[in-house]
Nanobody, 127 residues
């Protein structure tokens, strides 16, 4: 069993920044992909960013085109926590943001590939 707990959401003006955190506990592995996905009202859940360890000291980072250059995903393997630094936020970034884990050893942009999910944290960007 894996538990994921997100924090850090809130209300911010366009152009502002937020940092999301997701703490993982339970049966976890540093080899698993950890990711952020989001879901806006009336829309399907979509991939935002993911990171996976290839070897100790070597990680992959994958981003959706819509957030590339503005968002940064990072992972602290000691704290078993993944972060999403979001800069230059736009109203279209407004959504519930979910932390998720894929234990397959691959990185996918498909929400259906993820096996464990957090409860979500709301991010609202005002114009």
């Amino acid at each position: 069993q894996v538990q994921l707990v997100e924090s850090g959401g809130g209300l911010v003006q366009a152009g502002g920044s937020l940092r999301l955190s997701c703490a993982a506990s339970g049966r976890t592995s540093s080899a698993w992909t950890m990711a952020w996905l989001r879901q806006a009202p009336g829309k399907e859940r979509e991939f935002v960013a993911a990171t996976r360890r290839i070897t100790p000291g070597t990680n992959t980072f994958t981003y959706a085109d819509s957030v590339k250059g503005r968002f940064t995903i990072s992972r602290d393997y000691v704290k078993n926590t993944v972060y999403l630094q979001m800069n230059d936020l736009k109203p279209e970034d407004t959504a519930a943001y979910y932390c998720a884990v894929d234990d397959s050893g691959r990185t996918s942009r498909e929400p259906s590939a993820y096996d464990y999910w957090g409860q979500g944290t709301q991010v609202t960007v005002s114009s």
